[in-house]
Structures are given as C-alpha cells and as structure tokens.
C-alpha cells in the first residue's frame, strides 16, 4: 500500500488554528503540535509495511495570503527532520480547489496511472496511529474496496482505496458518513479500520492526550514526539474533560 500524507507547511494560523480559538494553545505553540504529530504519523508509517508519500501543498493550493515563501522547502526540512535523510520518502505536490479534489486526484492517479494495488490517505494529525493499524488497513483493503479509520466527530484519520470512488464532494460533513455512502453509491465495498483521535480539534485534542496518558500509565509508549510536547507544554484533561494547563 502506498501511504499518503498530506502535509501543509507548518506555518501559524494556517495548521490547527481551530486549536488556537477553542483551546489553550498559543498560535506558535499549534504549530509544534502539528510539527510533532506530523513526525510521529511518519514514523509509524516508516515502521510499516507501506511506502511513504508526502502530498505536499505548495503556493497553488495554498489559501490567500499564505502563498509566499517556499511551502515546499518547509515540508521537505520538517519531514527530514523528523526521519532523516537517509529514509526512503517519496515528495508530490497536491493538485485541486479543494481538499476532496486533492485527495481524488492523487488516489486516482496512483490507482489508474501508476498501477498501484492499494493507496490509503493517512491525515498527519493522528498521532496515536501505529504500524499495526496502518498494516491492519493494508490487509484490510485485500477485502474491501475502500477502508475507513473514524476520528471524532464524524471525521476519517485514514481513507484507504483499492479502487477509487467519486471524490466529488466525497469530504463533506460529516466526511465520514459521507465516504462511506459515496462509496457504496459507487458498486464498492467498506470495510473500516480502528478509531484513532486526531489533534485537528479541540475535542479530538483532548482524546489524544487522555490515549497518550493511559498508554504511559500502561507502559506502552508511543506517539513519542506530541507526548514529550504535551508534557513539556503542561497540557492535561481537567476532571469536566476540558483541555487545561498546568
């Protein structure tokens, strides 16, 4: 399976900026989290069985006022960061108005163009994700047209397609729902992968720190960049399951 992350270049007000209004986060502190759970999405990914792309924006794609600079060069430094260079990543530039555009063309042309058996759409901002999960929809895509991974609030961290379906509107509210009927619409069949939280909301935030909490109360690491983040940034979930600080 060939794995797509589609990657912003970590710029303030640009990445998780619903955290900065609904959440404790400062703007800068926003871009670290994106920063760190971008790094560690691509290491699960690098520890899988699948092969990294990194679907980049760049000036076309971006929105107003946000187009200046170098986005490429930013995604390239954070990426090999965060693996090194030596590690085997493949860069495209995302293409489309908008995001179901995006990722349409890129799972389209890897399918039809490029022959691939499998492609899955992997969000950068679901740190907890790991190898298994990411194998797990790889063998689940041998079964099922297309394979799901629920995040809050019916959004997906993971969208994996064996063949590709309408994109058209495909990301609407509540995108999870919607891909699922578009794909059934389709003649295709759905199968899904575990739900994993992302850092993209503020609720979605607070699930991951609480998943990040009782894996270390269990000894069982993971996520390493966004925990020592969080722990350096003091952020924890109060007893009214609101984010708070220390």
């Not at 699960?44 to 060069?73: K, M």
């Not at 995001?99 to 691939?116: D, F, K, P, Y």
């Amino acid at each position: 399976m060939i794995v797509v992350v589609p990657v912003a270049p970590p710029r303030e007000e640009l990445v998780l900026s619903s955290l900065v209004e609904q959440s404790p986060l400062s703007a800068a502190e926003a871009v670290s989290l994106y920063e760190t759970a971008v790094a560690d999405v691509l290491w699960a990914v690098a520890s899988s069985g699948g092969d990294l792309l990194v679907n980049y924006r760049d000036a076309e794609t971006l929105p107003d006022g946000y187009a200046d600079g170098d986005p490429e060069a930013e995604v390239r430094a954070l990426v090999l960061d965060a693996l090194g260079e030596d590690a085997e990543v493949r860069f495209e530039r995302q293409v489309g108005s908008n995001r179901a555009a995006r990722v349409g063309n890129t799972v389209t042309h890897l399918l039809e163009r490029e022959g691939a058996d499998s492609v899955g759409v992997l969000e950068p901002t679901a740190p907890l994700v790991a190898r298994t999960e990411i194998d797990g929809a790889a063998m689940s895509l041998r079964r099922h047209d297309v394979v799901l991974g629920p995040a809050e609030r019916g959004r997906t961290y993971f969208a994996g397609f064996s063949e590709p379906i309408d994109f058209t509107d495909a990301y609407t509210t509540p995108e999870l729902s919607t891909l699922a009927q578009q794909a059934a619409d389709d003649g295709l069949g759905v199968g899904f992968a575990p739900m994993l939280p992302t850092v993209a909301t503020p609720t979605g935030l607070q699930a991951t720190v609480a998943g990040l909490e009782a894996r270390q109360t269990a000894d069982r690491p993971g996520a390493e960049a966004t925990a020592a983040l969080v722990d350096e940034l003091g952020i924890g979930v109060g007893a009214d399951g609101e984010l708070e600080r220390e």
